[in-house]
Structures are given as structure tokens and as C-alpha cells.
């Protein structure tokens, strides 16, 4: 279908476009779509648009990344089918491993997320069949089995359009987690260190404008952003402010 650019909802359909051409190349699972529906429907309970919450937690995440040993982005089939330039971008200039790691576990989509992420530059992507060879405790879906070069070895890792307890077990066996997830209600939302209510296609520009901001920030002044960072405090501002724009929308009716 070809969307004009001054539809009023283009930004929209053109997500859906995507990812319906993600589920016929083999990369989006059909679960996908579902998920990016309940997603659309928080959009739509934000305005749409990265709030002031969303931006502290991409500032906050943004220094995480910068000051990690081993940063590692993990994507799955809607990222992918997204944002993969932005995945690209990202990783290259906090110098990120990039691990495939599915809920629907095939190792046929695995190769096709690899391949498309290799045409937006990404040489190397991690966690594709046999090299997902380390198990993370606590874990009951496939998401368990990781890249030990990858996951395994990552002190920070981002994590967007979570199934809950993934991001759980991360952070129990040490790990800094940042989520990317329009509902701020969820199980990954509650368990992550660092989370980013936001849209995956908003989030992750933001994330790579931020950090080319504060990529060259001393290492002190990174570590003060992040320690001053509540995720708790943090959703809860974020909730207050979906609140009172659903207000102004009560006084327009
Ligand atoms: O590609 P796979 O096999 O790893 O499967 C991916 C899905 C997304 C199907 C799988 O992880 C899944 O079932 O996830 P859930 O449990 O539905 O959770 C997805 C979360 O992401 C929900 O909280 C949604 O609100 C949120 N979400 C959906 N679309 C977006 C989003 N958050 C940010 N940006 C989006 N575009």
C-alpha cells in the first residue's frame, strides 16, 4: 500500500507497513503484530510523542551506555523490522555487540534478522543457532539460551519489546537492563533498570541523538547522570504525565 506522506495518521500506518513487510519476509512473527497493538494502543495514551520521562530515562540510558564494558543491544523481530538503521547507528558509536535473541525461536528468522541488519552495516550479529550456546537461569522461555560473547559477557543491555522475564532474570544475575516498551504497567517495564516508556521507532533516534550529545562527556559526569536516575520514581512521572494529558483530553469533550 502507498501511504501519502500528508495522511493524518501517516506516522502510523507507515509503522504497520512495516511490519506487515516483516512478517512476509520471515522476520515479524505473527504474535508481533498483536504485540505492536497493545503497543499503538499507550501510544495513543502518551500523545504519541517522547515525553519528559522518556527523555530523562534515554539520557539516563545514553550514559549507561557510554560508560559500560559491555554494552550489547538485543533485537528481536519488530526491532528489527523497525528500526534496524537505527540499531546499526547505535551500536556503532557506543561500540555495542548486536545479539538476535527471539521469543519464537527459529533458526530461520535468527539468519534473515542477521542478513537484514548486515545491509544497514552491522558486520556482526550475535546469537544466531549453535552460538547461543549459554543458558541464563530463571528463564523459561527459548529467550534463555544466549551468545556467552554476547548476553552473556554484557554488564548493560537494551532490551526493546520485552516479554517480562527476561528482563527480570537479567537484572537478578547482575545486570544493568534498559527496556524500551510503550506500556509502563509491564512486568519488563517494573523489573528493568533503566526504562525508556516510549515508542521503539521514537526511542531509538532519541537514543542515538543522545549519545552523540554525550559522547564525549567525562566519565564522572556520565556515572552522575546515572546514579541520579530513579526508574521507579521515574515511571511514576511518566504515569503522572499520560494522566494529565488524558485530562486535557476530558476538558475538550
Ligand atoms: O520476535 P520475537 O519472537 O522475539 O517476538 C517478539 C514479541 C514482541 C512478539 C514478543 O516479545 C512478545 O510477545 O512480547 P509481548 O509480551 O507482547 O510484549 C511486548 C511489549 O512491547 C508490550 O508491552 C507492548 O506494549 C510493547 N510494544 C509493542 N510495540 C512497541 C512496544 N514498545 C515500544 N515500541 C513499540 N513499537
Given at each position: ?243 494529565a494529558y488524558l485530562r486535557r483530553w476530558r476538558m475538550k469533550a
Open positions: 500500500m502507498r501511504i501519502s506522506r500528508d495522511h493524518p495518521r501517516f506516522v502510523s500506518l507507515r509503522i504497520r507497513e512495516l511490519l506487515v513487510k516483516g512478517l512476509q519476509d520471515g522476520i515479524v512473527v505473527p504474535e508481533g503484530l498483536l504485540a505492536h497493538g497493545r503497543g499503538e494502543a499507550f501510544d495513543y495514551l502518551i500523545g504519541e510523542r517522547t515525553g519528559k520521562a522518556a527523555r530523562r530515562a534515554i539520557e539516563a540510558a545514553g550514559a549507561a551506555l557510554l560508560t559500560a564494558n559491555s554494552p550489547v543491544l538485543s533485537v528481536n523481530g519488530n526491532t528489527a523490522a523497525l528500526v534496524p538503521g537505527d540499531v546499526s547507528k547505535l551500536a556503532s558509536l557506543i561500540s555495542a555487540r548486536v545479539e538476535v535473541n527471539l521469543f519464537h525461536r527459529s533458526l530461520d528468522r535468527e539468519r534473515r534478522i542477521a542478513r537484514l541488519l548486515s545491509r544497514y552495516g552491522l558486520e556482526k550479529v550475535l546469537g544466531v543457532g549453535a552460538n547461543a550456546s549459554e543458558e541464563i537461569q530463571g528463564i523459561s522461555s527459548r529467550r534463555k539460551m544466549v551468545d556467552p560473547t554476547g548476553i552473556g559477557a554484557a554488564d548493560v543491555i537494551v532490551v526493546p519489546l520485552e516479554d517480562g522475564d527476561r528482563a527480570e532474570a537479567l537484572v537478578k544475575s547482575g545486570r544493568k537492563v534498559i527496556a524500551v516498551d510503550l506500556n509502563p504497567l509491564s512486568r519488563t517495564s517494573q523489573a528493568a533498570s533503566i526504562t525508556i516508556v516510549d515508542n521503539v521507532v521514537r526511542a531509538f533516534p532519541g537514543l542515538v541523538r543522545t549519545v552523540t550529545r554525550l559522547k564525549h562527556m567525562r566519565r564522572s559526569s556520565l556515572e552522575k547522570i546515572t546514579s541520579g536516575f530513579d526508574n521507579k520514581k521515574n515511571i511514576s512521572m511518566g504515569l503522572a504525565e499520560m494522566m
